[in-house]
T-cell receptor, first 117, second 116 residues
Framework: KAGVTQTPRYLIKTRGQQVTLSCSPI?????VSWYQQTPGQGLQFLFE???????NKGNFPGRFSGRQFSNSRSEMNVSTLELGDSALYLC????????????????FGPGTRLTVT | AQSVSQHNHHVILSEAASLELGCNYS??????LFWYVQYPGQHLQLLLK??????LVKGIKGFEAEFIKSKFSFNLRKPSVQWSDTAEYFC??????????????FGQGTTLQVKP
């Protein structure tokens, strides 16, 4: 099976602009989670989508949003970019199902490196 | 607040030395536990996981980890490291309740440098 793919891999934007990042999960995985990775804060959870619904959200401002499509592909959007948004944005997919009490492991993509100037 | 602590930020070992990386978490409920590795220039890969059952779990590349519930710990071990184990290692916890679906809480990571 192909792994999690993310596009684009690198992105340079200017403060105030907006950006959309894309993630294609492993085939058959319906859960997609997004994380922000920075040297100072480490890996922080942004949100999780399952069957086109946001099930969970981390402590990020409303400028960070996402969505999931019927084919489980997901996008995240950051509006009004700030310098502090420069980070590696990681997407992870999981075979978890609705209400699964055991949970499942997450498989990560290579990330999108966003630089805000 | 829930947290995951990795005790060592930077570890330097010689090849064939034994490795133990500490990980503690602060949540008292039911959890799934993971160790991920990030080799230079590569994406995060799952090393091993604990869901239930035998608290000693074995992963890929000779790694193992032991879950000690009373200590809220999930330490990673390898008896003999190789130069190719040079990477960053992350401990992660998933709380098993409906408000935490799809959310992994990561430790700050440990950079392992293995000298040939």
């Amino acid at each position: 099976k192909a792994g999690v793919t993310q596009t684009p891999r690198y992105l340079i934007k200017t403060r105030g602009q907006q950006v959309t990042l894309s993630c294609s999960p492993i085939s058959g995985h319906r859960s997609v989670s997004w994380y922000q990775q920075t040297p100072g804060q480490g890996l922080q959870f942004l949100f999780e989508y399952f069957s086109e619904t946001q099930r969970n959200k981390g402590n990020f401002p409303g400028r960070f949003s996402g969505r999931q499509f019927s084919n489980s592909r997901s996008e995240m959007n950051v509006s009004t970019l700030e310098l502090g948004d420069s980070a590696l944005y990681l997407c992870a997919s999981s075979p978890t199902s609705s209400g699964d009490p055991l949970g499942y492991e997450q498989y990560f993509g290579p990330g999108t490196r966003l630089t805000v100037t | 607040a829930q947290s995951v602590s990795q005790h060592n930020h930077h570890v330097i070992l010689s090849e064939a030395a034994s490795l133990e990386l500490g990980c503690n978490y602060s949540y008292g409920g039911t959890v799934n536990l993971f160790w991920y590795v990030q080799y230079p220039g590569q994406h995060l890969q799952l090393l091993l996981k604990y869901f239930s059952g035998d608290p000693l779990v074995k992963g890929i590349k000779g790694f193992e980890a032991e879950f000690i519930k009373s200590k809220f710990s999930f330490n990673l071990r390898k008896p003999s490291v190789q130069w190719s184990d040079t990477a960053e290692y992350f401990c992660a916890v998933n709380r098993l309740d409906s408000s935490n679906t799809g959310k992994l809480i990561f430790g700050q990571g440990t950079t392992l440098q293995v000298k040939p």
